[in-house]
């Protein structure tokens, strides 16, 4: 799978649509000092009650004195995340704060290396060309792939595939082996987006078949009111988005097809910060052994995406 998520148009979501919405509040896969999310609002589901706790984890002196200078002199990891990806990064209730697993394991990596962690809200698609100049580092849902890999570092630290939605019913009767000309959401620079729907409509195209109307968003919570409004066919992001969509939208929405192209997702660090990188993977490491990490995914219901080994730059196709 390749990734996500992460401006979206100018339909916004009824008042009560987007409290059924809850937490899909967004944008990928964002800056915490913000009343919503880019394009629209953001509320908070009864999930976000599953934040960790990151008092609960101690302080490692080994890996916090392996902290570049520069972070430690601040005292503060400052992530970018597109705080519209439920529920890996969304905004809670207050419209300001920032809550989901990702945001969690950012809280525990902090902990661990005693230092204080800021995540602002970014657009997807600006997150990882900050790195360094704004951003230490960037925890957003972020599918590894050779493209991405050319420019940052990456630290795995967990799995997801691509997942399709439509409304419930199908009342649309669409189906994956008949996407042309079909209205079809996803978010700004995921994977969804290019790789997958663009060689989909290359394939549409070049049989001389209608084009994909592909609807791209800078927010996925935008993709999802799309969907549940009907202005769409389908919408395609990573498995634990679509999975926390339907459970946010009331039975509104179901899943189309089985998840495919499972692949790791990277925190992102940046290309010359090597040494960062370095103590960034043993953090997450030690979050994996002291059981910390399990204890945020089964918090918010995503153990299934867990891995076993943390790597740099794992090879990926």
Known sequence: MLISRKPLGNSKLRA????????????????????????GASTESGSAKASFD??????DDSLAAMVPAAIKSKGTLTVGSDTSYAPAEF?????????????????????TLGLKVQVQTAEF???????GPKYDLGISSFTINPERLAAVN????????TAWAVQKGNPKKFSMDDVCGKSIGVQTGTVQEDPDLSARNKKCTDAGKKAIDIITLKNQTDVTT??????????AADS??????????????????DVYDAAPQG??????????????????TKLIADGSYKKILDGWGNADGAITKSEINPAVS
């Open 16 to 39: 009560m649509t987007v409290l059924a919405i809850g937490a899909l509040a967004l944008s990928a896969c964002t800056n915490a000092s913000q009343n919503a999310t880019p394009g």
């Open 54 to 59: 990151p008092s609960t984890i101690t302080k």
């Open 91 to 111: 905004l809670g209730s207050d419209g300001q704060t920032p809550v989901g697993y990702d945001v969690d394991i950012a809280k525990a990596i902090g902990a």
């Open 125 to 131: 698609t600006g997150i990882l060309p900050a790195l």
């Open 154 to 161: 990456f630290v795995s630290y967990f799995n997801a595939g």
């Open 226 to 235: 799309r969907l549940v409004n009907g202005s769409i066919d389908a919408m």
């Open 240 to 257: 634990p988005i679509i999975g926390y969509a339907l459970s946010q939208t009331n039975g509104q929405l179901e899943r189309l097809g």
């Open 267 to 284: 925190i992102a660090v940046a290309k010359s910060d090597t040494a960062l990188a370095d103590v960034i993977q043993k953090t997450v």
